[in-house]
């Protein structure tokens, strides 16, 4: 029986076909490889998550459809209701886009405004077709006159389009480990699929408040917002109530829409503690949040157990050169504990000397310590060697003069 051939021009097809989809093949393996599923953003590292305190269902009762109040600097949830629970969030929408805004645009940036930014619908900043204010002056309109109007401007002038810029926003909310948030829009009217959480509210909060330009925004009662070369000027006042009424209020967000109903974001700073609340579909947004914010204030104390700057021991290196090394904590470990019972408040450290596997690298984690209340585990932080750690080779020890 003969054997078939190809024509050599079929052959050379076929060869080609062949590279081709080998090298299809491999792109698309590469491509698997690089960018993996469920990537896209990375993890914004720096500030604590948010702990959850033993008995964080007490406190005052709260008939908001969803509600929490953190310690900003520990991160700690000292009252939650239906925290996870997926709610339109109106206008605290705001709190994100100036996040955004701030890190992605100058401040003294001219913005000039479109015809679709000034038929904005809602609470406004009256801007017209044309008007030109740098980005600053946007963001005072933004935060305390809650202007829609300003917040597609703003959106336009970062990304382009409010498309783009929501898609910006949402890239950024999973930075910050708020998993549970889909935005839509730049100001938080109603959108399909807008949605967030108290929980994840209280996570951009934490991270917003420690840009210095947005904590002078929020704080601000009143501002006159003046348009490009002195143009006109308008004189805004902030939709937080309790900034007037509320001894250390100093921020953060109003908002209300049919479908939100009545929502705040709330900051207070005394005696350099600082808490936060987040009342979703509230009846009483002021009262409630006035509520939260006198509880944390009431009832809790503020401690630092651990810094950065203190090692807390020393652990062995299993013949590494040098034989010991200290430890530090990654970063502070700030813990809020209630009044009285800070005798059931612990701080235990753990040293895991088989993590460190010659040569050893600074940074690498060598333990934890952790706080305990009532004997249960609440939070911890990881324990870092600062110096490298090479194999003891016996001409070490000589030149040292140790055996």
């Known amino acids: ?15 080609l076909l062949f590279l081709s989809l080998a090298l299809v093949a491999a792109g698309a393996l590469k491509y698997r490889k690089e960018i993996p599923a469920g990537s896209g953003y990375r993890r914004v590292e720096g500030y604590p ?28 949830i000292l009252y939650a209701k239906n925290e ?4 339109a969030p109106a206008s605290t929408t705001k709190i994100l886009t100036a996040i955004v805004a701030l890190e992605k645009g100058n401040l003294e940036d001219i913005v000039t405004v479109s015809r679709r930014a000034a038929r904005t619908g809602g609470s406004s900043l009256w801007l017209k077709a044309g008007d030109r204010l740098t980005l600053k002056e ?10 829609n109007d300003a917040g597609v401007a703003v959106a336009e002038h970062i990304a382009g389009s409010e498309r783009n810029f929501a898609r910006m926003m949402n890239r950024k909310a999973k930075e910050l480990g708020a998993l549970n948030s889909n935005f839509q829009n730049p100001h938080g009217l109603r959108a399909p699929s807008h949605y967030t959480t108290a929980y994840d509210l209280a996570r951009l909060t934490c991270y917003a408040l420690r840009n210095p330009e947005f904590s002078r925004l929020v704080a601000a009662r009143e501002e006159a917002i003046e348009w ?20 250390g209020a100093d921020g953060v967000k109003t ?22 609340s987040v009342v979703l579909n509230s009846p009483d947004r002021w009262g409630e949040s006035a509520s ?49 019972e800070e005798g059931y408040a612990q701080k235990r450290i753990s040293l895991r000397p088989e993590k460190l596997r010659l040569p050893v690298k600074p940074g690498t984690v060598a333990g934890e310590i952790a ?6 585990n609440v939070c911890g932080v990881d324990l870092i060697v600062r110096e490298r750690v090479e194999k003891d080779w016996w001409w070490r020890r000589l030149w040292s003069g140790h055996e």
């Open 292 to 340: 939260l914010l006198e509880y944390g204030f009431s009832n809790f104390t503020l401690k630092l157990l651990a810094t950065p700057e203190e090692a807390v021991g020393k652990i062995e290196t299993a013949g590494g050169y040098p034989r010991t090394v200290a430890v530090y904590p990654r970063r502070p470990l700030m813990v809020v504990i209630p009044k009285g």
């Open 228 to 247: 490009y070369q002195g143009e006109k000027t308008r004189k805004v006042r902030n939709t937080n109530r309790l900034l007037w009424s509320f001894a």
């Open 371 to 376: 706080f305990f209340f009532r004997g249960e």
């Open 49 to 76: 998550p948010l702990i959850y305190l033993p008995n964080y269902t007490g406190g005052p009762a709260i008939h908001a459809r969803a509600a929490i109040l953190v310690e900003e600097v520990s991160g700690m």
């Open 138 to 147: 946007l963001l005072e309109g933004l935060l305390l006159c809650s202007g």
């Open 84 to 87: 996870h629970q997926r709610r």
């Open 1 to 15: 029986m003969g054997v078939f051939r190809f024509p050599g021009r079929a052959r050379r097809f076929l060869l």
């Open 255 to 276: 908002g209300t829409t049919s479908e939100a109903g009545y929502c705040l974001v709330a900051s207070a700073t005394r005696d350099g503690r600082r808490f936060i």
